[in-house]
């Protein structure tokens, strides 16, 4: 069966560093794709990346880039120069199964980011 | 402008009522899906619907129903059945085009059984 690990239940980071949000993911699919979304306090789920598992290159959305490492099945979230407003919880989603036509997702348990000036 | 509403923000009920949220989106996307938050844990998938008329179960369907007459609405109905039906539920839908493609989030309903 398919899951999704994500083993940092908080990170705390100071306002302009970089930090890094960890993901391992498990599944006997060659075809996947991997998301990871932002959830603030309000409670909406923000798309922030997304990489397919045939992707050479690592996806990058301006300050968001994911460091995919398909051997050791990890899809790390890199936030560069963090803000104060990127202090919410992280959550790291996969595709579930092989279906063209699906986009189901499982979901980790997600890490907490707080930035700090 | 385009999105995903759901209505209402809050709600509670009795224990013992059935209760159905809201879910409307006029992005035309194909599909739509119902996810359960709980404190501290991801998302899980209710339901999802791939087409009008058509919908699957997700992995905790159970003391949940669902229906999809119109591509642009998805309401979900938490039954009596539900043992812990007190959470945060949001709705999500996607295009289907493409090989994988990002779902869309509704702003969420917090449901309170007293």
């Known amino acids: 069966a398919q899951k999704i690990t994500q083993t940092q239940p908080g990170m705390f980071v100071q306002e302009k560093e970089a930090v890094t949000l960890d993901c391992t993911y498990d599944?006997?699919?060659?075809?996947?794709?991997l998301f990871w979304y932002k959830q603030p306090s309000s409670g909406e789920m923000i798309f922030l990346i997304y990489?397919?598992?045939?992707?050479?290159q690592n996806a990058t959305e301006g300050r968001y880039s994911l460091n995919f490492q398909k051997a050791r099945k990890s899809a790390n979230l890199v936030i560069s120069a963090s803000q104060l407003g990127d202090s919410a919880m992280y959550f790291c989603?996969?595709?579930?199964?092989?279906?063209?036509?699906?986009?189901?997702?499982?979901f980790g348990t997600g890490t907490r980011l707080q930035v700090f000036p | 402008d385009g999105g995903i509403t759901q209505s209402p923000k809050y709600l509670f009920r009795k224990e013992g009522q059935n209760v159905t949220l809201s879910c409307e989106q006029n992005?035309?996307?194909?599909?739509m899906y119902w996810y359960r938050q709980d404190p501290g844990q991801g998302l899980r998938l209710i339901y999802y619907?791939?087409?009008?008329?058509?919908?699957q179960k997700g992995d905790i369907a159970e003391g949940y129903s669902v229906s999809r007459e119109k591509k642009e609405s998805f309401p979900l109905t938490v039954t009596s059945a539900q043992k812990n039906p007190t959470a945060f539920y949001l709705c999500?839908?996607?295009?289907?085009?493409?090989?994988?493609?990002?779902?869309?989030f509704g702003p969420g309903t917090r449901l309170t059984v007293l």
């Open positions: 989603a996969m595709t579930e199964g092989q279906s063209y036509n699906t986009d189901k997702l499982i």
């Open positions: 992005l035309n996307h194909d599909a």
């Open positions: 619907s791939q087409i009008v008329n058509d919908f």
């Open positions: 599944t006997s699919d060659q075809s996947y794709g």
């Open positions: 990489q397919g598992s045939y992707d050479e």
């Open positions: 999500a839908s996607s295009i289907l085009a493409g090989l994988y493609n990002e779902q869309f």
